[in-house]
């Protein structure tokens, strides 16, 4: 019988309790999912109520500004910077439009790779150096003297030159700039030292520039004057460099003229953000833009509010990636340029007059090196109108080449200038302060024949010296020397000037008064005669007067060109302060004939004489003749500055013009004159300033001066030349000052 199989049936509390364990499986696996899920939801939204939350409130600025960008950009417009010609037209100074690549941080990509992109690309396109930056507040006060004695030694730089801004450091950004254009060389020294010392940087110039004027909230140029080609393909390629800004309104400033000019010209660089600020910073009424490059030294800098003209701007639509779509013409405000300034210098006599110039050094320098005295490299001339005070030409060598101060000099240039010896970048001729020798000789005639201690008349004889006792030793005392050892006779003040006799003039200066503790007046013997002769001239006192209110001495002349020295017109007062030493007559004598501690500039000489070659009238000396707008109408004309008229009777300076046309005709500079002598009547004085070690009265340095003024009757022109440790002034300054005369009458000649 076949088998039956029993099916078991579970009792119904266990099959429930079977069904309920099976969907609670099912209910928790469920739950899980849903709360990974709404997790993730809820993430989700949080990350992106983060993200709007952090563009409403910490980029809602930036945003806007891009926001805006997208649809209305406000580009500034640089005024074109106005143009210095000399007196005829010739262009000293001019622009020349360039491209230029700059960044806008805010517009900037986001991402760092993308950011790091556009970055390496500007670096390896533009050709952007390698800079050594420090930054002052990263160095703490007690390492601040041996980072800068370490930088100093690294870079071969005064201690004063780093350790300065370490403890007032500018504040146009974080850093200071050490040193550009790093080699390869260099960047390897310079990174050792950065590891070691804080504050110290090795930096690419984009780094540098992003980080120095990231706050500025203005474009950053990375670099001027780009290759056209250049400039056009980053241009071009927006999406490849999105906050790139490429444009060609860059006005870049030439020199065509050359560095002959740069002592007058100057040159412009970049403005500070001191200057920034102080002009007003970002605000309308600010003429500037924080690119702006502003006049540095000479005309530049004297007349930068003309030459600045006054900027514009232009309304630009743009789309979201910053490039422009169009222009709101109607909005649009041109620049207005700056005035054309026209000088007083004639460029062909500037020319002539260095060439002149450069030829004397360089004679007087070979006769150093056969001397055995030291190199001569350094000189000065200058031409006068003694009819209004006018400069024609100005000349101060060596000189430096401003066309690289405007394009951006290199460190290591720069740094070759500061170290030549005869110092390039000053200008001797209006900073440079010299004992003026003999040419002071007309100035203290003028004086002693107003003061009637001298008449025409007046006769002192020179043999070559003559002792001064002192006090206490009436056989003894100091020897006091004329440059003709011989002796000049019996001599009156015209052959006193035309022969620059010194005793002549011991006589002019040295007082007649009586000695403190002396029983007798100041005195002196001649050789061979045991007679005292007693002094009778102006004194200190009446010499400094004459000096300074009527020659213009110990005081700026005003020219317009800055820093301006003064020169100094020594008295007991002084000396004392100075140097606690008590004023003798020995000192008197000195000055007498230029000498001692009488100093003044070649200007100031130069306006002094300009006086008496005219007849008695003191001009201020000018530059600037008048402005012109840009089309050319004249909206300002200088016209000549009387200063003073001489308080010297007519009479007695036309007896010293005598003397020095006697000068040329018959004393010292007779004969020098081969180009000019024979057609042109010439009046003048040498010079000859020892300074230095004295043995047995003669010195062991000596300043060639000359100066001449032509034609004798009316005279046009005055020039001054002096040639720095250039030995005898007849035998080194004439000449030049007769190729000056020269280049002058052949060209005002020829235009008749």
Known sequence: MRAHRRLELAPPEARRRILIEEIGDERRGMTRRTFLLRSMIIAGFGAVLAKLGKMQLLDAARYQRRAAGNIIRFEALPAPRGLIVDRNGVILAQNRRAWSVSIVPDQLPDDP???????????????????????????????????????????NVPLGDVLGPLVSPPKDGPFVLLREQLSPAEVATFQSLAQQWPGVHVLNRYDYLLEQYAGSGSPIVLKRDVPRDLALQIGANPLSFPGVVVDDNTLMRQYPAGPIFAHVLGYVGPITKEEYDAAGGDT????????????????????????????????????????????????????????????????????????????????????????????????????????????????????????????????????????????????YAVRGEFPPGSTVKPLLACAALQEGTITAQTTFTCRGAIRVPTEWDENGGNYYY??????????????GIAQSCNVFFYNVGAPNQQAEGANTPLHYY???????????????????????????????????????????????????????????????????????????????????????????????????????????????????????????????????????????????????????????????????????????????????????????????????????????????????????????????????
């Not at 050709?127 to 007690?142: C, F, H, I, K, Q």
């Open 482 to 495: 004329c440059w003709l050892r011989s002796g000049h006779g019996p001599i009156t003040v015209l052959d």
């Open 526 to 752: 001649i050789p061979g005669d045991p007679q005292p002769h007693f002094f009778s001239g102006l004194g200190i006192e009446r010499i400094g007067k004459y000096l300074r209110e009527q020659f213009g001495f110990g005081q700026p002349t005003g020219i317009e060109l800055g820093n301006e020295a003064s020169g100094l017109v020594p008295d007991p007062r002084w000396l004392f302060q100075e140097l606690r030493e008590y004023w003798s007559v020995g000192d008197t004598i000195n000055v007498s004939i230029g000498q001692g501690h009488l100093s003044c500039t070649p200007l100031q000489l130069a306006c002094a004489l300009a006086a008496i070659a005219n007849g008695g009238t003191y001009y201020r000396p000018r530059l600037v003749r008048e402005l012109r707008d840009a089309n050319g109408e004249t909206v300002r004309t200088f016209e000549p500055v009387v200063v003073r008229k001489l308080g010297i009777a007519p009479e007695h300076i036309q007896l010293v013009r005598q003397a020095m046309r006697r000068t040329v005709t018959d004393g010292t500079a007779k004969g020098k004159f081969v180009r000019t002598g024979d057609t042109i009547p010439i009046a003048g004085k040498t010079g000859t300033a020892e300074y230095g070690q004295s043995e047995n009265g003669k010195y062991t340095k000596q300043h060639a001066w000359f100066t001449a003024f032509a034609p004798y009757d009316a005279p046009e022109i005055l020039v001054l030349v002096l040639i720095r440790d250039g030995g005898e002034g007849a035998t080194f300054a004439v000449p030049v000052a007769d190729a000056i005369l020269a280049a002058y009458f052949h060209r005002t000649t020829a235009g008749r």
């Open 284 to 427: 309308a009424a600010n003429p500037y833009l924080p690119n702006a490059v502003v006049g540095r030294d000479g005309i530049e800098q004297a007349l930068e509010p003309y030459l600045r003209g006054t900027r514009g701007g232009r309304w630009l639509q743009t789309d979201a990636r910053g490039a422009v779509v169009s222009e709101l013409v109607d909005r649009r405000q041109d620049p207005v340029p700056g005035y054309t300034v026209v000088l007083t210098i004639d460029s062909a006599l500037q020319k002539a007059a260095a060439e002149a110039l450069q030829a004397g050094i360089a004679q007087s320098n070979d006769a150093a090196a056969k001397q055995g005295r030291s190199a001569v490299g350094s000189g000065v001339a200058i031409a006068l109108d003694p009819r209004s005070g006018e400069v024609l030409a100005l000349v101060s060598l060596p000189t430096y080449d401003n066309q690289r101060f405007a394009d951006g000099i290199s460190q290591a240039e720069y740094q070759r200038y500061l170290n030549d010896p005869f110092r390039p970048l000053f200008n």
């Open 113 to 155: 790779q993308q950011r790091a992109a556009v970055r390496d690309q500007l670096i390896r396109m533009l050709n952007l150096d390698t800079v050594l930056v420090v930054r002052p507040a990263a160095v703490p006060p007690e390492a601040r003297r041996p980072v800068a004695d370490a930088l100093s030694t690294a870079l």
